[in-house]
């Protein structure tokens, strides 16, 4: 008999690649949840540093680090539009995908699950690309994982940016590891879906809202990684690059966290 995680993983792989011409943004939708995004500025007060590293035109890979289950995405999301009049495509995990009415309602915001075909396709077509390396590790973290990395078993986000000969701009973000306490772990929900991932953390807030700490974020120049497209499975450049992209991301959170003097007002 098949456990549920297998079956869960079963149907993630049946997802198919998308054709980035017949996937268009619903940016009716998008202008209807604009106040939701109006709403989060108001709570966290989020600052931006860098956006000028941003393409107006042509492909980039943009990394960042996942926030406290990954919700001050919709900030990120929102400036890069409102600033360059762009839509990044995000690859999110795969686990949104399997329930087919979430997944074509996440679609309709470029939001598309997170496969490597998936991303060299829309990259190939000129698209900002958006990814967090850390997934549900990242979103779903212990307390002790605040502001760390979990990049340690991705090394997919740069085979893509290797593959689409497309520079990296990571951003990071502070604050958004501080929104709720973690108090501990609910291991149930990784084994039955499958992978200690996902195994939820037990919060407190203001209740059940987040609390209401100053965000920043900073975004990198463009970074150029070494090799050509065929060098995408040379695990040793993979890695090489890999350590470039983890160390500068790690410093970027340090300085960053060096600098605040407050986490309600950054």
Known sequence: MKSGGFVLQELVDRQRP?????????????ARFAPLADVMRLYFRPEFQGLEHVPREGPALLVGNHGIFGFDFVLVYSEIFRKTGR????????????????????????IMDGSFENGLRFLNEGHLVCVMPGGAREALKG????????????????????????PVILFMGIGIDDTYRILG???WTGRVLGHDKYDVPLWVGWGALPRPVKFRYRFSEPVYLDGGPEDANDETLVAANHDRLWRLGQHMLNEGLRQRQSIWFG
């Open 87 to 110: 839509v990044p495509r995000a690859l999110a995990e795969h686990m949104l995908f399997i329930e087919p009415h979430l997944g074509r309602f996440l679609r309709k915001f470029g």
């Open 18 to 30: 998308l054709d980035p011409r017949r996937e268009v943004v619903d940016r009716r939708l998008v």
């Open 185 to 187: 772990k609910m291991r």
């Open 143 to 166: 307390a002790r994982d605040r502001y760390r990395l979990m990049w340690d078993q991705s090394h997919g986000f740069v085979r893509l940016a290797m593959k689409a000969q497309v």
